[in-house]
């Protein structure tokens, strides 16, 4: 089997790179899980500016996600390249270029606002539901305004803590890949070297458009994936349909 340029064949180079998202993942989970926790404990008191608040802590934790992703995994994309382009292994620090630095910055500003906007969204709408629910309950059973202010609290606790569980999850694993796969395409892409990628399917358990994907050529760095009806830059694209994006776990391989 071919190997890629950071040295390994197409299979175990999709298992490394979801091995060193998932452990990123898991190292971000718990951070995001608590704010969700803690913003909907806030929406339930009615806080000044809730949303505010939320955005902001949200911003950090993803902001701080996405400069590790791109440390890890842009870092060692350009590494494998500047040794395969050389006669020996070098031992310098890994190098960026001002193109890759740039792109960086800029993608993980833009994205860091869209996916907050999006999930301080989703925390809000959820936690008013679980309020409104608890009030027509509330009004149901004629309870004090003391008691409705105690079953809400108890609700955001119980109902809350488990939605902000399954979405802390989900969304540090989405981000993580996310920002994984596109801080590859950007460091492959800086070098201005004539490189093609390939889709790398995660196994045969993955969704069937992913497995076809996987199947296809590879194409230049500068053209889109077809999976499914999404044109995807690389795996993870935040652009694409959500059922292609979520809790996916392929991976892009580069070569010369």
């Given at each position: 089997?071919?190997?890629?340029?950071?040295?390994?064949?197409?299979?175990?180079?999709?298992?490394?790179?979801?091995?060193?998202?998932?452990?990123?993942?898991?190292?971000?989970?718990?951070?995001?899980?608590?704010?969700?926790?803690?913003?909907?404990?806030?929406?339930?008191?009615?806080?000044?500016?809730?949303?505010?608040?939320?955005?902001?802590?949200?911003?950090?934790?993803?902001?701080?996600?996405?400069?590790?992703?791109?440390?890890?995994?842009?870092?060692?994309?350009?590494?494998?390249?500047?040794?395969?382009?050389?006669?020996?292994?070098?031992?310098?620090?890994?190098?960026?270029?001002?193109?890759?630095?740039?792109?960086?910055?800029?993608?993980?500003?833009?994205?860091?606002?869209?996916?907050?906007?999006?999930?301080?969204?989703?925390?809000?709408?959820?936690?008013?539901?679980?309020?409104?629910?608890?009030?027509?309950?509330?009004?149901?059973?004629?309870?004090?305004?003391i008691q409705a202010g105690r079953l809400i609290q108890s609700r955001i606790n119980e109902e809350g803590g488990?939605?902000?569980?399954?979405?802390g999850r989900m969304i540090a694993r989405t981000e993580s890949h996310s920002s994984s796969n596109a801080s590859?395409?950007?460091?492959?892409?800086?070098?201005?070297?004539?490189?093609?990628?390939?889709?790398?399917?995660?196994?045969?358990?993955?969704?069937?458009?992913?497995?076809?994907?996987?199947?296809?050529?590879?194409?230049?760095?500068?053209?889109?994936?077809?999976?499914?009806?999404?044109?995807?830059?690389?795996?993870?694209?935040?652009?694409?349909?959500?059922?292609?994006?979520?809790?996916?776990?392929c991976a892009v391989g580069y070569s010369l």
């Amino acid at each position: 089997m071919p190997r890629l340029i950071t040295g390994l064949t197409p299979v175990r180079e999709q298992a490394l790179q979801e091995r060193l998202f998932i452990a990123m993942s898991n190292r971000y989970e718990g951070k995001i899980t608590r704010e969700i926790a803690r913003a909907m404990r806030s929406f339930a008191r009615n806080d000044v500016d809730a949303v505010t608040i939320h955005e902001d802590r949200l911003k950090l934790i993803l902001t701080r996600l996405y400069a590790e992703s791109f440390k890890t995994f842009g870092r060692r994309l350009l590494n494998s390249i500047v040794k395969s382009q050389s006669d020996h292994e070098t031992k310098n620090d890994i190098p960026e270029t001002p193109q890759f630095n740039l792109a960086r910055q800029i993608w993980i500003r833009t994205q860091s606002s869209l996916a907050v906007t999006q999930i301080a969204g989703t925390t809000e709408k959820q936690s008013l539901n679980i309020i409104r629910l608890a009030l027509d309950e509330s009004v149901a059973e004629g309870l004090s305004e003391i008691q409705a202010g105690r079953l809400i609290q108890s609700r955001i606790n119980e109902e809350g803590g488990q939605l902000s569980k399954l979405r802390g999850r989900m969304i540090a694993r989405t981000e993580s890949h996310s920002s994984s796969n596109a801080s590859t395409q950007m460091a492959a892409k800086s070098t201005r070297l004539p490189l093609k990628k390939q889709w790398i399917a995660a196994g045969p358990r993955t969704r069937d458009t992913h497995l076809i994907a996987g199947q296809s050529a590879p194409v230049a760095i500068d053209q889109p994936f077809l999976v499914g009806n999404s044109l995807l830059m690389q795996p993870g694209d935040p652009s694409g349909e959500a059922k292609e994006v979520i809790n996916c776990r392929c991976a892009v391989g580069y070569s010369l």
